[in-house]
C-alpha cells in the first residue's frame, strides 16, 4: 500500500497473517533509485511474516525534482556535496517514518532495516541515532561515507574525485558518518555488511576498519558486526540473490 508520511512517500505491505508485536523491516533502494523497485523485496519479507517498507530516499522517486540520469551527473560531479545531504537527510526521516510505522501499522518497536548501496549506507547510519534499528543488513554499503578508493562506477579504475562538502553537506557528516561516531552503536545492533569483494566503488575495507574500530572500542558491540565479502562479486553484482538470501536470513534470526 502507498502512503504519506508527511512529505516521505512510503510503500508498504503486511503478511497475510498477522501475528502480535510484528516487526517490521525497512528495505531502501540505492543511489538513484525509487521505493517501487523495492517491491520485490518488500512483497518476499512480507511472504516472511514481516511487515515491510521502503520509503523514497530525499531527492529520489517522488521527491524529485529531475531525470535518474542528472541526478548521478550531479552527485559524481561533486559526491560529498550532493551525496552527503542525500545520505544525512534520509537517515532523519527514517525517524520519522518509524515514528508512524510503530503507531499507523501496529508493528513491533524492535526495527530491522537495510538496503542496497546508498540504501545500506542510510540504514546503518539510522542506527546509530535510533536505537530501536536493532538489526541493519547492508549491499554493498559502508560506514565511512568519505570512500577513500572509490573508483568511477561507470568508468573502472579511474579515480571518482571525492569533491568538496559545503557547509551544509558537512553538517550531516559531522554529525552522522558511522565510523567518526562510535559511541553511537556502543549499544550494539547487529550489522551484517554484505560486501563484494571486489567492490572498487564501495571498497569493503570501510566496513572492515568499522569493524576494527569498534572492536577497539567497544568490544561487546563489534561482536554482532558482521562483515561478508563475497568472492569475485563488484559492486554491479549486489543484485545477485546470494546477497538479498544473506539479507533475508539475517532478518528472519529476529522473532517475528
Not at 516487526?23 to 540505492?30: A, P, Y
Not at 546508498?118 to 554499503?141: L, N, Y
Not at 532478518?251 to 517475528?256: D, H
Request: aromatic share 10%; with cysteine; charged share 20%.
Amino acid at each position: 500500500m502507498l502512503s504519506k508520511v508527511g512529505h516521505i512517500p512510503v510503500l508498504w505491505f503486511a503478511p497475510v497473517t498477522r501475528r502480535p508485536n510484528t516487526k517490521l523491516v525497512i528495505w531502501l533502494n540505492g543511489l538513484s533509485g525509487t521505493k517501487e523497485q523495492m517491491q520485490p523485496y518488500l512483497e518476499e519479507l512480507a511472504a516472511a511474516g514481516f511487515v515491510a517498507l521502503s520509503f523514497d530516499a530525499w531527492q529520489h522517486g517522488e521527491r524529485s525534482t529531475e531525470t535518474q540520469t542528472d541526478l548521478l551527473a550531479r552527485v559524481f560531479g561533486n559526491f560529498r556535496r550532493e551525496m552527503w545531504p542525500i545520505l544525512g537527510q534520509t537517515t532523519l526521516d527514517t525517524l520519522r517514518v518509524i515514528d508512524w510505522a510503530v503507531t499507523a501499522l501496529d508493528v513491533d518497536s524492535d526495527i530491522a532495516m537495510g538496503g542496497v548501496s546508498m540504501g545500506g549506507d542510510i540504514a546503518v547510519a539510522a542506527a546509530g541515532i535510533d536505537r530501536r534499528i536493532r538489526r541493519v543488513a547492508a549491499i554493498m554499503s559502508t560506514p565511512d561515507w568519505l570512500r577513500p578508493g572509490m573508483q568511477d562506477l561507470f568508468h573502472p579504475g579511474a579515480l571518482l574525485p571525492p569533491g568538496e562538502p559545503d557547509a551544509y553537506a558537512r553538517y550531516f557528516y559531522d554529525h552522522l558518518n558511522p565510523l567518526t561516531h562510535l559511541d553511537a552503536y556502543a549499544h550494539g545492533p547487529a550489522i551484517t555488511f554484505e560486501c563484494g569483494a571486489d567492490d572498487t566503488h564501495v571498497p569493503p575495507d570501510g566496513a572492515l576498519r568499522f569493524q576494527a574500530a569498534l572492536r577497539a572500542h567497544t568490544p561487546a558491540a563489534a561482536e554482532r558486526i558482521r562483515v561478508n565479502l563475497v568472492p569475485g562479486a563488484g559492486h554491479r553484482d549486489g543484485g545477485k540473490p546470494i546477497f538479498w538470501q544473506h539479507c533475508l536470513a539475517w532478518f528472519t534470526q529476529m522473532e517475528i
